[in-house]
Nanobody, 130 residues
């Protein structure tokens, strides 16, 4: 059984940083892509960043590129999202998700749509005040 448990969310001010963590169990991160999505009230879920199991290539939403960094530690079965220079528009529930498969990402790629991801965590709230 696949389980994804997110942590690290909270309430911060604009310009602050946060690091989200997602611990995975029941899935091999060396064979399956993993990433972060978010959903703000009244909006659709959107991809934030994903990382390839094959070569560690990454994809970022244009709105976070240059501010957020995704990384993974396969030994700890954990993926991280370092979020810097946070803005009020980053406020959302952030979800960790796994996609069966190991697609590589090209230069300045954006994350695949959430419908292509198979397993989801419960989410962690990030609130950025102005």
């Amino acid at each position: 059984q696949v389980q994804l448990v997110e942590s690290g969310g909270g309430l911060v001010q604009a310009g602050d940083s946060l690091r989200l963590s997602c611990v995975a169990s029941g899935v091999n991160l060396e064979r399956n892509n993993i990433g972060w999505f978010r959903q703000a009230p009244g909006k659709e879920r959107e991809g934030v960043s994903t990382i390839s199991a094959t070569d560690g290539s990454t994809a970022y939403a244009d709105s976070v590129r240059g501010r957020f960094t995704i990384s993974r530690d396969n030994a700890k079965d954990t993926v991280y999202l370092q979020m810097n220079s946070l803005k009020p528009e980053d406020t959302a529930v952030y979800y960790c998700a796994v996609q069966r498969g190991n697609l590589r990402y090209g230069y300045e790629a954006t994350p695949p749509p959430p419908q292509l991801f198979d397993y989801w965590g419960q989410g962690t709230q990030v609130t950025v005040s102005s």
